[in-house]
């Protein structure tokens, strides 16, 4: 099993729709990132949040670290949306030199048809 | 306007050629980072760096090497070594310990023949 469990894998939804994906994770974090590839390949970085929530315009993150769980919500979706999102969560190194590391979900490919 | 440089956006190479990948931020980042991503895969870290003139392992390391001697720059060189070298490499910075945002390169797609 992953540390880092991403769904749906792929999702279509129509232009204006509200658009949820998830992220579960199974180890101990600090932080958790959520994170846009473009269909060129460039990574942006949309939050980095520890609890609660956090939105910016049309985008709202949330994790639940109890439940070892954070959802990104896109309200009022559109074309130029369409994109890989990754969740990536930020726990412990595994060498005592190495501090933390980030662990990265295999991603959600969002297509968002006019 | 601050950023990282990747270069070049695609390269080929011949099976047992060594091939170096460009990577440079003006963001002021003490932290650099190589990771590969694979079709179907999450990014893996390959090698990163939280200050000049010292870097460590990641996840994937063997076959490939790096350099940090400037703080601006963090090559990575595939080697022929590396069994499977076909991939999209993406760099990385950040402040340390990854306690702020990561910044990405826009990658390099490399393609071994």
């Known amino acids: 099993k992953n540390e880092v469990e991403q769904s749906p894998q792929n999702l279509t939804a129509q232009e204006g729709e509200f658009i949820t994906i998830n992220c579960s994770y199974s180890v101990g974090i600090s932080a958790l990132h959520w994170l846009q590839q473009h269909p060129g390949g460039g990574i942006v970085s949309l939050f980095m949040l520890s609890s609660g929530k956090k939105k910016h315009g049309r985008l709202i993150a949330t994790i639940n670290i109890q439940e070892k769980h954070s959802s990104l919500h896109i309200t009022a979706s559109h074309p130029r949306d369409s994109a890989v999102y990754i969740c990536a969560v930020r726990s412990p190194g595994f060498r005592e030199t190495s501090g933390s590391r980030l662990t990265f979900g295999e991603g959600t490919q969002l297509t968002v048809n006019p | 306007d601050g950023g990282i440089t990747q270069s070049p956006k695609y390269l080929f190479r011949k099976e047992g050629q060594n091939v170096t990948l460009s990577c440079e931020q003006n963001l002021n980042h003490d932290a650099m980072y190589w990771y590969r991503q694979d079709p179907g895969q999450g990014l893996r870290l390959i090698y990163y760096?939280?200050?000049?003139?010292?870097?460590q392992k990641g996840d994937i390391a063997e076959g490939y090497s790096v350099s940090r001697e400037k703080k601006e720059s963090f090559p990575l060189t595939v080697t022929s070594a590396q069994k499977n070298p076909t991939a999209f490499y993406l760099c990385?910075?950040?402040?340390?310990?990854?306690?702020?945002?990561?910044?990405f390169g826009n990658g390099t797609r490399l393609t071994v023949t």
């Open positions: 990385a910075s950040s402040i340390p310990d990854h306690l702020g945002p990561l910044h």
């Open positions: 760096s939280q200050i000049v003139n010292d870097f």
